[in-house]
């Protein structure tokens, strides 16, 4: 089975500081993984994901994500936020060839002036 | 704009009443699924469904039960809302399985008294 750990509930950084937002995961096979935006009062959205190929993985919004396979992570990182950044980001990995996503708890991102 | 929707938005409803969760995509995607989530918790899938007349319980169990008659519609419904039932419950689709990116909707917000 797949797990998620977000190693961060909140984080808090001014505007146009940089950010990482850590994720690791487990499993015993080859995996997909996913970074799922969470805007306030709105559903998740796709930010980005890695299938294979290139370690690092570039999204919507100046995001981006590498992966690290001996490490087993994949952290997300923008070089300058914007207020707009304020939402919750949900780390997620699938198993290639399974049916479902496995959510991280959560990282609640806060971008202050 | 979402191509999934879901009503309503919010309820609150007292201990021991029937409710239904709507949900309806615009897609055409087969696979739809309904996700439960807590502040600060994963998403935990509870339902999800393969197609018209397919429906599959998830990972997290639920008192809900699902239907699904239509492609478009995938309603959630609850006999005897309790309590413990008081979370945020979304609804996603997506037109094939993992790595197949989820679209959601905005969320239903139940509050049992």
């Known amino acids: 089975a797949q797990s998620v750990t977000q190693l961060d509930s909140q984080v808090p950084v001014f505007e146009e500081a940089p950010v990482e937002l850590r994720c690791n995961y487990s499993?015993?096979?080859?995996?997909?993984l996913f970074w799922y935006v969470q805007y306030p009062n709105q559903g998740l959205q796709l930010l980005l994901k890695?299938?294979?190929?290139?370690?690092l993985v570039k999204g919507i919004n100046g995001f981006e994500a590498e992966f690290n396979k001996s490490q087993t992570s994949f952290h997300l990182r923008k070089p300058s936020v914007h207020i707009s950044d304020t939402a919750e980001y949900f780390c997620?990995?699938?198993?290639?060839?399974?049916?479902?996503?496995?959510f991280g708890q959560g990282t609640r991102l806060t971008i202050n002036p | 704009e979402a191509d999934i929707y879901q009503t309503p938005r919010y309820l609150v409803i007292g201990t021991g009443k029937k409710i239904t969760l709507e949900c309806s995509q615009t897609?055409?995607?087969?696979?739809m699924y309904w996700y439960q989530q807590d502040p600060g918790m994963e998403l935990h899938l509870i339902h999800y469904?393969?197609?018209?007349?397919?429906?599959e319980k998830g990972d997290l169990s639920s008192e809900s039960t699902v239907s699904r008659i239509r492609t478009e519609h995938f309603p959630l419904t609850l006999e005897s809302a309790r309590p413990s039932h008081t979370s945020q419950y979304l609804c996603?689709?997506?037109?094939?399985?993992?790595?197949?990116?989820?679209?959601f909707g905005n969320g239903t917000r139940l509050t049992v008294t």
């Open positions: 469904s393969y197609g018209v007349n397919s429906t």
């Open positions: 996603a689709s997506s037109e094939w399985w993992v790595p197949s990116p989820l679209h």
């Open positions: 997620a990995v699938s198993a290639q060839g399974a049916q479902k996503l496995v």
């Open positions: 897609m055409g995607h087969d696979k």
């Open positions: 499993s015993s096979v080859s995996v997909y």
């Open positions: 890695y299938l294979s190929g290139s370690t």
